[in-house]
């Protein structure tokens, strides 16, 4: 997936960017206004009372998703899976990872992965632990998308130079 993205020109949208644009609480009319604008943003404090920031893992995940075998299939037919620089070929295999490396102990190897869920049954698990911020579009796709791991192998920049 990496390969087929079209590079940005940097000459055109990086100028004068040497921050990103940091918002707090921002209305819907707000967000729009920067977020796309070919500019960083940073919204804070929007997940703060979240219980996903405490239960999501690894683990969680695999637990949800053995609940529901078939959903595994799902995300290999109908949604996407991307192991980001990693040799997992599948969910399945990244979320049984030996437990030091999803620990991200020294001298393990660096992870990071990212999939959308397509099976309702999980997205109802999901859900539960969080909510749709309200500076989002109300049109804005409703497809559930996680992205984890430590730091390393995580998405490139899609930058040309």
Not at 5 to 27: I, K
Not at 91 to 105: E, G, I, Q
Not at 118 to 126: G, I, S, T
């Amino acid at each position: 997936m990496e390969a087929s993205r079209t590079e940005t020109d940097c000459e055109s949208v990086c100028v004068g960017v040497d921050a990103a644009h940091e918002l707090h609480a921002p209305t819907r009319a707000q967000f729009a206004m920067l977020a796309y604008a070919s500019r960083p943003v940073v919204v804070r404090g929007a997940a703060a009372d979240w219980s996903a920031l405490r239960v999501f893992s690894p683990a969680f995940f695999r637990s949800v998703y053995e609940a529901y075998p078939d959903a595994y299939r799902a995300i290999e037919s109908d949604c996407q899976f991307f192991p980001f620089r990693t040799e997992f070929s599948t969910l399945r295999d990244a979320l049984n990872m030996d437990p030091d490396r999803v620990s991200l102990v020294p001298d393990t190897k660096p992870w990071y992965i990212g999939w959308s869920n397509c099976d309702p049954r999980v997205a109802e698990e999901l859900r539960r632990h969080y909510q749709r911020p309200e500076f989002l579009p109300e049109d804005i796709s409703a497809t559930d998308w996680i992205f984890m791991g430590g730091p390393g192998p995580g998405a490139a920049m899609h930058v040309r130079k």
